[in-house]
């Protein structure tokens, strides 16, 4: 078994954002997460992405301008 770590993390302020779309919001807490553990996207070896209704391909979505290139994308949806 390989080890895991989380070296960083962040999360975008609670409360109503008139014209900003949930996937802006994921991108500025990913953003704040890697400033945080000092990393870069080519550090990032696979991304996940953990969502209630957040419809296909979210994780895509979300990562695809912010330059993770070739690594997987993995995409869990959960309810109740």
Request: net charge negative; with cysteine.
């Amino acid at each position: 078994m390989q080890d895991i770590y989380i070296s960083g993390g962040a999360m975008t302020p609670f409360g109503r954002h008139p014209g900003v779309l949930a996937p802006e919001l994921a991108q500025q807490a990913i953003l704040a997460a890697m400033d945080d553990a000092g990393v870069s996207p080519h550090d990032i070896q696979a991304i996940y992405c953990a969502n209630v209704l957040g419809g296909m391909i979210l994780g895509q979505l979300i990562v695809r301008d912010l330059g993770f290139d070739g690594i997987p994308v993995y995409n869990i949806e959960n309810a109740c």
